[in-house]
Structure formats: structure tokens, C-alpha cells
């Protein structure tokens, strides 16, 4: 890994070589989340948007020179990555704005965002040997976890908390994880999973202690730029040579927050594109959060730091977002603070209701979490913080399917008729 120079501790600022620590910085406890710095010079000799654009790889990988993997590692066959970028006229008039687009990240193999990060974490833990990868999950993590395992025939060990919605524990157990299901909350689950983790040697993915985390996640804003130079602006393309030289960036992204390493990992993503010269501008990240979940919300309200955040009783109907102390904290303050974004709140009824209309407007069928982004975006049309030009990338983290009960409540029932074409006329005209 000659392109990754060390580890950076977020809170003291101090430096490591990647072999010399196994996850955090170790003055912290297990709050020492480090960040990833790379040689960008040494990384833009080997890849560029002219490279990209010839390139037929359309997964994560196509990125791999910007992962902090090493070149030859193995990587697992699942396709992640490359979801598509719609464009969302419809959806956008109804807004009263001109330019949106909605990520489809229910399109990963296991049907949610967190592919991008556990497909990172089966490389790391393959590279050190690791005999179980485990980690903590609202749901979505650990069937991401899950399912690249599957694919390697990896062990691995996922603690849910007992309210993870029937799908997502379906999943894994299907894909033959060793399954436990903890009475409590996912913060219970994360503490416990760290715990046995430590006991037993196991490879840990969890969200914001596992720096690698959010270096899977960047790589979604890569392909929202590179997606946009080359398949949505014709401008673009003429102005620069069929994004030979650089890509366009949003003007801002919406994305739901629960531990904060999605938005983390956008951030990362944007700044590594900016030092590369590859975008010229950062968008504005736009992190929104369950009222009843809001703990990133609150901070960044009132000021405080992430060091000084208190864990908070999470309840939503979002389990995706729920996170009484956010995970990823200092990751996810400073995405926000650092692009100029907002962070927005939005009840379960304005979560739920987005459901129908963004599935309606985009044909996208999102899970309560990815749906909580469109109901932010009303949020901040509403709060008057848009320009109808601005261009708005909306990420859907999950699929629809997750979480069908949550569905069903967001829309009416269908017409139940008899055997009769006259019992269908009826049900038409009622
Ligand atoms: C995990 C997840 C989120 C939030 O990501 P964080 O990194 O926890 O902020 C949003 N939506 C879905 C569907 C998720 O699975
Ligand atoms: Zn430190």
C-alpha cells in the first residue's frame, strides 16, 4: 500500500503507519477513530478521469488505486458499486426545483449501502488472515457483512439488536452467518460485539472504529461525480473533453444519518476528488436525521463538538438510522460543518410519507432510512434553503423490500374484489 501514508488520529492528529495499529488511535480508548491519508500524487499517476473513462470494471474496484487495499489483494465477486444515478424530473417539480437525482443504492447485492463498506472489510480481514470478521448492525451492515462472506466462504459472527426488521435478519441467516440477537438496543449490540471481539480475536468491522469503513463508502461519491460528467451533462462534455480532465460535482447531496459514517465517507470521498483536481468545488453535504435519532442534528445545532455528545434514547421507525451516541461522530460533524451543509430532522409520519412519493415520483423503492433522505430535501424546501438551479443528488441507501411492514403502513390497501368483472367496476368507481 505505497499510496496510503499513514493513519491520522481525528482527535490528537497523530500519525501512524497502517501496520502499527489494528483500528483506533490508542491514547483514546475506542473512540480514536483515525482517518486514512494518501499519497494523492503518487495516486494520480495511476488513475484519472481519462483512465476511468476507458475503464470497464463498473464496481467499486474500478476505484481500487484510491482504496486503502493492497493492489493485489483478491476481492470478493459480488457486484458493488456503480449503482444507477436517475434523474428525477417529476420528483423535482413537485419540489419546484430543476435538477435532481436519486442514487438507487437498493441495487446493491444485499440490497443496502453498507455493501460498499463490508466489501472493504473482507479484504482487509483476508489480507491479515483473519479466521472471523463480526461486527455490530442495525440490520443492514451485518447482511452486507453477510453476504460478502458468503461469497469467500468467510466466517463471520453479526450482533443485531431484537427490533432489526424480519428481512434483514432473514438475510442472514440464509447466507449462513452465526447470528445473535441481542436484548437491547444497537448500541448494546456495538458494545457487546466489541467485547467479544477483543476476547476472541475476531476481525472487527464496526462503524467508526474500523477505519476502513468509511473508505468503502467514499467511493459512492465518486460515481456520483464521474456518473454526472458522463451520462447527465452534455455541457460538461463539451466544455471538457468527455470528462478527460475533470468531473462535475452536485451542488449538494442528501443523505440519511445514523452513525454518521455514510456522510463520513461522502466527505472523505469529496475531499480526496478536490486534492486530485479531479471536481473544483465541494457540495454541500446535507445529513438528515430521525427527530426521534437526532443526536448528530442537536450537536450541530447547539455547537458542541462530537467529543462532547452524550448518547441519547434512540427510537425511530428508521432502524437503519437509529444511534443513540452516532458511531462515526467525529466523521459525521465535520462533513457537515466542514462543506457549509445543514443537518435536517424529520418525524417517522414525514418519513413514512416519503415513502409512496418518492417511489412515485422516481420509482425508486426505498427502505424507511433511504426514504428519510427525500423527506429531508422537502425539509429544506420548505426552510427556503435551496436554489431551484442547484443541482441535488438524493441517496436512497436501501431497498424498499427491507422493511415491508414500515411500507404497508405508508399507503393505503388494495381493492379486494370478488370473481366477478361487474365486483371489479364496482371497486374502480369507489
Ligand atoms: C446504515 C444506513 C444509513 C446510515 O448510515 P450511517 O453511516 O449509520 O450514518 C442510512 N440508510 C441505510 C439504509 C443504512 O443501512
Ligand atoms: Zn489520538
Known amino acids: 500500500m505505497d499510496h496510503v501514508k499513514s493513519l491520522k488520529c481525528l482527535i490528537c492528529g497523530a500519525e501512524y503507519h497502517p501496520d502499527a495499529i489494528e483500528y483506533v488511535c490508542p491514547h483514546h480508548g475506542e473512540d480514536g477513530i483515525v482517518d486514512v491519508q494518501y499519497d494523492y500524487e503518487l495516486i494520480g499517476r495511476r488513475i484519472g478521469p481519462a483512465t476511468l473513462a476507458e475503464n470497464r470494471d463498473y464496481t467499486v474496484w474500478r476505484y481500487k488505486p484510491l482504496l486503502p487495499v493492497e493492489p493485489e489483494s483478491p476481492v470478493p465477486p459480488l457486484t458493488v458499486g456503480w449503482t444507477p444515478l436517475y434523474r428525477a424530473d417529476r420528483l423535482a417539480a413537485g419540489l419546484g426545483l430543476k435538477h435532481v437525482w436519486v442514487k438507487d443504492e437498493g441495487r446493491q447485492p444485499s440490497a443496502s ?31 452486507a457483512l453477510s453476504a460478502m462472506c458468503a461469497s469467500v466462504g468467510q466466517k463471520n459472527v453479526i450482533f443485531l439488536p431484537e427490533s432489526a426488521p424480519p428481512a434483514k435478519v432473514a438475510q442472514l441467516l440464509v447466507y449462513g452467518s452465526t447470528v445473535i440477537m441481542v436484548r437491547g438496543t444497537y448500541d448494546d449490540a456495538f458494545e457487546l460485539c466489541a467485547q467479544a471481539a477483543k476476547e476472541f480475536g475476531w476481525y472487527n468491522r464496526n462503524t467508526g472504529y474500523n477505519p476502513y469503513m468509511s473508505e468503502g ?7 456520483i461525480c464521474e456518473q454526472l460528467t458522463l451520462t447527465h ?23 440519511s444519518v445514523g452513525d454518521g459514517c455514510i456522510i463520513g465517507g461522502l466527505h472523505k470521498g469529496l475531499r480526496d476528488l478536490l486534492a ?6 465541494m457540495p454541500k453535504l446535507m445529513g438528515v436525521q430521525a427527530a426521534g435519532s437526532a443526536a448528530l442534528y442537536d450537536a450541530w445545532r447547539t455547537g458542541i463538538s462530537a467529543m462532547e455528545m452524550q448518547p441519547i434514547d434512540a427510537q425511530t421507525i428508521a432502524d437503519s438510522i437509529s444511534a443513540g451516541l452516532p458511531a462515526d461522530r467525529i466523521k459525521g460533524l465535520a462533513a457537515v460543518r466542514e462543506t457549509d451543509g445543514v443537518y435536517l430532522k424529520v418525524t417517522d409520519a414525514e ?6 412519493v418518492l417511489a412515485r415520483g422516481s420509482g425508486v423503492f426505498a427502505e424507511p432510512a433511504g426514504a428519510a433522505a427525500y423527506a429531508g430535501l422537502v425539509k429544506a424546501v420548505e426552510q427556503g434553503l435551496l436554489h431551484p438551479d442547484e443541482r441535488i443528488v438524493l441517496l436512497s441507501t436501501g431497498n424498499g423490500l427491507k422493511d415491508i411492514a414500515s411500507a404497508r403502513k405508508s399507503v393505503g390497501e388494495p381493492l379486494v374484489v370478488d370473481k366477478s368483472l361487474a365486483d371489479v367496476k364496482r371497486a374502480l368507481t369507489r
Open 113 to 143: 449501502f453498507k455493501d460498499r463498506a463490508s466489501v472493504v472489510a473482507v479484504v482487509k480481514a483476508q489480507e491479515r488472515h483473519a479466521e472471523v470478521i463480526t461486527t455490530a448492525s442495525t440490520g443492514n451492515a451485518g447482511a
Open 217 to 223: 463508502k467514499k467511493t459512492a461519491a465518486y460515481e
Open 233 to 255: 451533462s452534455p455541457l460538461s462534455l463539451a466544455g471538457r473533453g468527455a470528462g478527460g480532465e475533470g468531473w462535475d460535482a452536485p451542488d449538494r447531496i442528501f443523505v
Open 276 to 281: 486530485l483536481g479531479w471536481i473544483k468545488k
Open 351 to 356: 418519513i413514512l410519507a416519503a415513502i409512496p
